[in-house]
């Protein structure tokens, strides 16, 4: 006994399994976006850094703080850092459950994501004209493939088996990112509808993590998951703070960057066919969007009320009516992904 109290905390082995890291991972998250979000509504208040209300495309009333996204940075950040370090003090755990050589990727993933969420929220305090946005955006997104690896070289198609890309694999994998960050910023229009959609991906995106013995990117997941879920009792319906472009952008390159961590392992590769199922109704509203904009001749970057949500307000649909239907319909291709994703599915992905 008296060893034990001796020994260095560093060299406890403590008999943590990977569903246990995970709902601590989630909830340090949850805890840390929570708390910390009050204090960012404070800072913003004092810094007048608000989303004024135009009557047209914004449907807010008052002016609302819109820098939530250092929150949800802030409790990711620190979810990741606190469970990764204790697995990695406990050889049990990284032994049995996380491959040494990916968590280099959790370091490509944090400074990619802190650039992302910096564009977006230098776009939230000093705006930035939709060219230069995107031109930040993909030079984050070419780090991220270039210097950090998060290439698509494969891919894992049903009835096709795996597709190699090769070459190929650096363009497609450049398109992913910018497709997604772009897709959740455009989903962002409604109070609390990224928060609650990227909880519920997420938590489908876990299971069908653990299922396919994807342990790393599990506890990704989960903390985004805790942040989003942490985030969004300030930011639903009357929200008392926005996440903004930075928020937004940072959650859409946490989500493209788990896909391409979910492709890498042949052995145990997730198909990239269950993110895009389960974000399936972002990225089909940004390209309708975007095509539609092509059509009129219109910049693919402007403003309007063409988004599948305002789209449900016009129908008649309260805000809440609205983002609790999208809610939904997350919930539903989740749980499809889910079943497709079984060893002995319908189809397996």
């Known amino acids: 006994m008296i060893s034990m109290l001796a020994a260095p905390l560093g060299a406890m082995r403590l008999d943590i399994n990977i569903y246990a890291l995970c709902i601590a991972t989630f909830v340090l998250a949850f805890a840390a976006c929570a708390l910390l979000t009050p204090l960012v509504i404070r800072a913003a208040v004092r810094l007048g850094h608000f989303d004024e209300p135009d009557g047209e495309r914004r449907i807010h009333n008052e002016p609302t703080p819109r820098v939530g996204g250092i929150a949800i940075y802030l409790g990711f950040a620190l979810a990741l850092f606190v469970t990764l370090n204790v697995a990695l003090s406990n050889n049990s755990v990284i032994v049995r459950y996380l491959d040494t050589p990916d968590l280099a990727k959790i370091i490509g993933l944090l400074f990619g994501g802190t650039l992302m969420m910096g564009v977006g929220l230098w776009d939230d305090v000093m705006g930035l004209r939709a060219r230069d946005k995107f031109i930040a955006q993909f030079i984050v997104a070419l780090i991220a493939v270039l210097f950090y690896g998060f290439t698509i070289y494969h891919l894992s198609l049903p009835h096709f088996g795996l597709v190699e890309l090769g070459w190929f694999g650096i363009p497609f994998s450049l398109f992913w990112f ?3 960050v772009n897709a959740i910023n455009f989903l ?15 938590i489908a995106l876990t299971i069908i993590s653990l299922m396919k013995g994807q342990y790393l990117v599990a506890i990704t997941t989960c903390a985004i998951a805790g942040s989003a879920g942490g985030f969004l009792p300030y930011n639903y319906s009357p929200a008392r703070i926005f996440m903004g472009d930075g928020g937004s952008l940072f959650v859409g390159f946490v989500l493209a960057t788990v896909g391409v961590m979910g492709t890498e392992k042949q052995a145990v590769a997730i198909s990239l066919v269950v993110p895009l199922l389960i974000l399936a109704l972002p990225i089909l509203d940004t390209a309708k969007v975007i095509a539609r904009r092509l059509h009129k001749g219109a910049p693919i970057a402007a403003a309007d009320r063409e988004h599948v949500h305002h789209q449900l307000l016009d129908l008649g649909l309260s805000q809440r009516q609205a983002v609790l239907l999208i809610y939904a319909v997350c919930g539903i291709l989740g749980v499809v992904a889910i079943v497709l994703s079984l060893p002995h599915g319908p189809h397996v992905l």
């Open 188 to 202: 962002d229009g409604l109070d609390g509808l990224v928060a609650g959609y990227t909880l519920i991906a997420c």
């Open 178 to 180: 910018l497709g997604m």
